[in-house]
Structure formats: C-alpha cells, structure tokens
C-alpha cells in the first residue's frame, strides 16, 4: 500500500512539527497545555497548510487519547456524533481513555450539528478541536466559542517551507533536485505546507533527475487561498481600499492582482473603486466618480481578461487623484443630525407653491431664485437663509482639499 508523502512526512513529535512557534515553541500556549497533560477544547483557525490536522494529531498523541475524526465534507451527521459521543463514554468508564474528536471544517456544520457537540463538551465526555479556515466568531456557534480556546495559525515562512520540502525529497534516495526547481515549489507553496509535498511527490513521479523546468510541471501556479465569502475576501478588499485610500499605488496594485488571480469577480471590484471615488475622493478630484463609472460599465462589456487592464487603469488614477472627505463627512454629519436635533419646518421661502392657497400662506414669498445673477447684476451679496431655524449656520460641507 502506497502511504502518501503528506502522511509519511507527518511529524510525531512537537519538535518535528514546522512552524506556529507562537503556539508550540518553549513556553507557549499549546506546549505548556502539553506539557502540563491537561488539554482543553479548542478551535484552530487558519489557512489550509499551515498544520491544523498535524497539530491536533499531535495533542490527542501527547495525552494518550483516541483521536477520532470527523468531517463535515464527508458527511458526518447527528447520528454519527452519537456513535462517537458513546464510545467515548465507554473508554472513559472502562479504560480511563481520553477522547479527542477532531472536527474538520467545523465552520461546514449547521447550528443543530454544532450543537450536538455542547453538551459533551462541556461535561467532558470529549475534547473537542475544531479546524476551520473561516472566521469562528462568525461561522461557529457562540455556546461553542465561549467553552474554547481559539489559536490562530498562520501561513509558513519560507524558510519553514523550506525544512519541510528537504524532508520531503530525503525521502527519495535515487532523485536528484535543482536547486532552482527546489526554490520554484518553496517559492509558490505560498506558505502552503501540504502544496509544496504534493509539488515535490509529483515531481519525484515525473523524473528522477528533478529541474526547474519538472518543478513548473509539478507546481502549475501558485495556490492562493482566497474564499470569496470568507475573512480573506474582506481582508483582500480591506487592503486595496486602504492602498488607495493612502496614495500607494504600488500596493494597490499587489491586492487588485490578488483579487484578479483568485478570480474575484470584476464587478464586485469596480463597484468598490465608484463608492471609493465619492467617500475618499470626492469633490478634490470629481472626475474620478466619472473614470470609476467608466470603469464599471466597460468591464461589464469586456470581461476578463482584458477587464484586468481597465481594473488597474481607474485602481491607479483613483490612488494617485487627490482625496477629501468633505462630502462624505458632510452627509454623515446631516444624518446623525436627523437623528440627533428636532425637525422644524422648512422655512416657508423655500416651500412649493402650486396653488393659490399656499401662495396666501406665504409658501415662496419672497425667495430669491437666482442669487448668485443677482450679485452679479448688484454687486451685492445675497443673505438668503436655506436651512430650518434651528440649525442656522451650520456647516456641514467643509472643503478640506488644497
């Protein structure tokens, strides 16, 4: 039977184990838990590769448990985790056994899944981890969250990457390997532990002598983990806005390729440049709302690839326009202010006239409809009061631009 690399390559020990030293180096959190031999349920949130699966193994190992897993993916049910939940029931009672079950893609489970788990977490029938690459506030029931210790795992370094892929081609005698192609997996695993040994066990498959040219083969493109719906997503998008937001284009272009690469929709970006073009640009610089607008409407024309170019046209311009935020301040502070302040009646010199009896009430009398022709005929300036009298001399559009 042939073992896959990924599990022959699987550490036994916290020492082997690659990378999270914030969790498992001397002193941390999850070493000292380890050491002490009191473990707790936990959910460990992070990127695929970055050593959840290893890291959980590892613990039920350290504490002499049955590790069991279970995966929403494969369809593991209500039913299921009774199974589950009454074998740990007997191992504790016959055997003094520990169980640890380990909850793959947690975020995957519904409510009523998730709480199948509580009660036996609580009572410590089980010690529950979960794996998930989604935010766990938002994806895993609160009752869960508050009788967990959430650890965040993080993509590897490169040089990480690098201890595990001269691991993984120690494991292959007869095969020789460029240095080139070495660095090529290291490079475009992107911090992907599980990427960069599935690269080196294709290559192995396709030559013995490994170059650069072989690791291309193997590798194909770069993995970048980027869940349209999940904290990636808004974190990407976060960072292009704020790039934009302080004058980097450079920076704005690394997230807009991000985004383009993992096949973020088009439009979802452009609508993002309109609003940016009115909230941080205004009206300093108003032709942005004009290029942004542009820009939208020929990507729906175009499509990709080509939309691509007209993306980072108007991603550009937007970062390099000069910025305010006089209207978007001032819009806000008028809102707040609906809420804030009495509503008194518009004066009655603005109202509409449409028939004799408002005229009779004084519905328009007296407005000046075209000051600003008046003071150029006059000379004169015109004092002309247009808000309610409670908020005469407010000023809520401040141009802040030079």
Known sequence: MNIPLAEQLRPKTLDEFVGQKHLVGK???????????????MVLWGPPGSGKTTLA?????????????FSAVAGGGVSEVRKIIAKAKDDIGLYQKKTVLFVDEIHRFNKAQQDAFLPYVENGTITLIGATTENPGFEVIAPLVSRS???????????????IVKRATALYPKHTWSKEALKHIVKNANGDARTSINAVELAATLVE????????????????YYDKKGDWHYDTISA???????GNADATLHYLARMIKSGEDPVFIARRMVIFASEDIGNAQPTALVV??????AVHMIGMPEASLILAQTA???????????????????LSDLDEENLDPIPLHLRNAPNKVMKNLGYG???????????KQSGNQVQQEYLPKNLRGKKYYIPDWK
């Open 292 to 297: 942004a607008t542009s820009c939208i409407q």
């Open 149 to 163: 210790q959430i650890y965040v795992l993080y993509p590897l370094e490169e040089s990480e990457i690098q201890m």
């Open 27 to 41: 002193g941390k959190p999850i070493r000292q838990m380890l050491e002490s031999g009191n473990i707790i349920s």
């Open 209 to 224: 002598k490994v170059t650069l040219q072989t690791a291309e083969e193997a590798v194909q493109r770069k993995a970048i």
């Open 316 to 334: 550009t311009y937007l970062a390099t326009s000069r910025k305010s935020i006089a209207s978007t301040v001032g819009i806000q502070q008028a």
């Open 365 to 375: 009398r007296g407005h000046i409809r075209y000051p600003w022709l008046v003071e």
């Open 57 to 69: 193994r590892l613990i039920a190992r350290y504490v002499d448990a049955h590790f069991v897993p």
């Open 240 to 246: 292009f806005i704020k790039s934009m937001r302080g």
